[in-house]
């Protein structure tokens, strides 16, 4: 009707016209918007073809096999951490979570409660502590730093004191062929661990609770104008977290053949890490799932090819951190 | 002349406060049905905060709302669209990261599948947006740019849309043209009188003397925390209204 011309074609035909696609392919190239996106897949392209290059043994259907069963912990951890980044928060409980649902798992199985029900405790562990975190951050209103870091010196102490921090082996055929028998050329922890990508992927793409989770970490004035319920939207994000921190426990356990009573913090390191390369704003309000899922592959790629290239292990920690940093920098964004 | 079956809204002595300050001292005021209804009033005179109390953002701590002579007590902004009341807040409560029609839709999606494989229909949102946004003639370009990415006058558009989309009975307006140019002003002033038209009451903040004489047929001046007079809008002047805004003309009484 009255809507004069079209503004779409306006905004790029007076900027590009002039200009040859190579103008617009470098300014795509130069545009943080581009960079949040695509950081994850062209690094991990880019660390594929050089450690192919340097290390003889790299491009080997054994060890990509080996890297995506490696990648399985990382990834489950870096895509529940996105559900607490996306709400603008942090969730510093995910390893001390993972550790205290692998000891509750390793009692109820050795108590005979069998793979299943033990599979259900840790994964009621996980959505437990996300609960916690959740009611704290979203109801008392407590910083999401210090909410977080109150449930991972909980839930750490509560694992060392039911453990007296000792290992219990686990022993289950299902387990052992989860971790070690495939199915065509993927083993099946990496294919489950793809299924729940996939899943988590769907929910945030495709169900009101995805928007809605975006839009709280936007802008809670906004999303309370709007009907949502806030404190409601942050629980279920935290859960969301914590329940990645319980089936990683199992994932775990699944992989060493042990649970594991010691928090291993360097987890959450990688799951933030993995977060912020996979383009996820900390800021809140802007996310993908499989973002993060690549940047968790990214850096076990990282760390294998280091190693297969002979760079002692020590010094994988400190590339992580210099991965955080210069990614976040990167994609440091408005707001 | 006729009963109270034609307000479409009454306000009676509504206080709030926050903390220990006090934005709503008792206010009262009415809007009819069919009509465009202004509040006017300096910065901090309580504006906001009571159309806030109108559209369930706030639970007002005293006082009665009426919504087509009913009695309700909203206690979310849910309960004030059951009764077909949409609000533009002034800062236009939109979530800047998502797209426009998510934004349009936001806690309103299409949904297709039964629990818990209830999906959303992103094209057909995105469809719907985009043809209502045509339908309104306004300035908003296409639906799938982020809100981020929109200039002041596109996003006040965008917000306008949703309001205007969801009711066609009563929408809330919150200062809808303070950050526009002349043009996009009177993009907004015509959408204003279109929904008229079409029957939907409009209760309508703005600082704009001249706007509030163009649009309104009756006018509420309000002035720390109260509703302190109110006119059929053809029988005040301009000036009249400057001079009860500022207060100067409370010596005259
Ligand atoms: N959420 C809030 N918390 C504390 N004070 C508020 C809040 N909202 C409004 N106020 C205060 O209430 C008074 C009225 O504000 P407001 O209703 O926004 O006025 P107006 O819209 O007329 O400019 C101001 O003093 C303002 O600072
Ligand atoms: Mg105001």
């Known amino acids: ?335 | 002349m006729t009963g109270t079956t034609d307000l479409k809204l009454e306000v009676t002595d509504v206080t709030k406060s926050f903390g220990n300050v006090t934005a709503l001292r008792g206010a009262t005021l009415s809007a009819r049905a069919g009509e465009v209804t202004a509040i006017i009033g300096d910065n901090g005179a309580g504006k906001s905060t009571l159309i806030k109390c109108v559209s369930g953002y706030h639970a007002p701590d005293g006082g009665e709302i009426k919504v087509s002579g009913k009695p309700v007590h909203f206690g979310s902004p849910l309960d004030a669209r059951h009764h077909g009341i949409e609000t533009v807040y002034q800062d236009l409560a939109l979530a800047d990261q998502l797209s426009v029609w998510q934004n349009i839709y936001l806690n309103r999606e299409l949904t297709a599948g039964p629990w818990p494989f209830r999906v959303t229909r992103r094209g057909a949102m995105r469809a719907k947006a985009r043809e209502l946004v045509g339908d309104l003639a306004v300035n908003v370009p296409e639906v799938t740019k982020t809100v981020m990415r929109l200039s002041g006058g596109q996003r006040q558009a965008v917000a306008i849309s949703r309001a205007v989309m969801w009711s066609n009975e009563f929408v809330i307006m919150d200062e809808p043209t303070a950050a526009l140019g002349l043009r996009e002003t009177q993009q907004v002033e015509a959408l204003i009188r279109r929904i008229v038209e079409r029957g939907t009451s409009v209760l309508i903040i703005s600082h704009n003397f001249e706007q509030v004489m163009r649009l309104s047929d009756q006018v509420w001046v309000m002035r720390g925390g109260r509703v302190v007079n109110g006119h059929r809008t053809a029988e005040v002047t301009g000036a009249d209204l400057v001079a009860e805004v500022t207060g100067a003309a409370a010596e005259h009484f």
């Open chain 1, 1 to 335: 009707m009255t809507t004069t011309e079209s503004p779409r074609k306006e905004a790029s035909s007076v900027s590009s016209n002039d200009e040859s696609s190579r103008g617009t392919l470098a300014r795509v190239l130069t545009s943080q918007e581009f960079w949040t996106r695509a950081a994850a897949p062209v690094a991990l392209a880019v660390a594929f073809v050089a450690f192919s290059i340097a290390a003889p043994n790299f491009f080997t259907a054994v060890n990509i096999n080996g890297m995506l069963a490696d990648a399985a912990i990382p990834i489950l951890l870096a895509v529940g951490m996105t559900f607490a980044v996306m709400l603008a928060g942090i969730d510093l409980s995910q390893a001390s979570t993972l550790a205290f649902a692998s000891v509750l798992f390793g009692i109820a199985y050795g108590a005979g409660w069998g793979l299943l029900l033990s599979f259900l405790v840790a994964v009621a562990v996980g959505v437990g502590v996300g609960v916690l975190n959740g009611f704290f951050v979203g109801i008392v209103r407590i910083p999401d730093m210090i909410s977080t870091l109150g449930t991972m010196g909980l839930m750490m102490g509560l694992s060392l004191i039911i453990s007296r921090g000792i290992p219990e082996p686990v022993s289950d055929p299902v387990l052992r062929t989860i971790a070690s028998d495939s199915l065509g050329p993927f083993r099946w922890n990496f294919l489950i661990v793809l299924m729940i990508v996939i899943v988590l992927h769907v929910l945030l793409t495709h169900t009101p609770l995805g928007t809605h989770l975006l839009a709280v970490g936007d802008s809670m004035d906004a999303s309370k104008a709007m009907g949502l319920r806030v404190s409601r939207i942050k629980i279920i994000g935290y859960v969301i977290a914590g329940l990645m921190a319980g089936l990683a426990a199992v994932a775990l356990i699944l992989y060493v053949g042990s649970t594991q009573p010691a928090a291993n913090t360097d987890y959450v390191l990688k799951a933030v890490a993995a977060t912020v390369l996979g383009g996820t704003s900390l800021f809140g309000g802007r996310a993908t799932v499989w973002g993060p899922a690549l940047g968790a592959l990214l850096l076990t790629v990282l760390q294998t090819g280091m190693i297969m290239i002979g760079v002692e292990a020590f010094y994988e920690q400190a590339v992580i951190g210099i991965v955080v940093l210069a990614a976040a920098t990167l994609m440091r964004g408005r707001k």
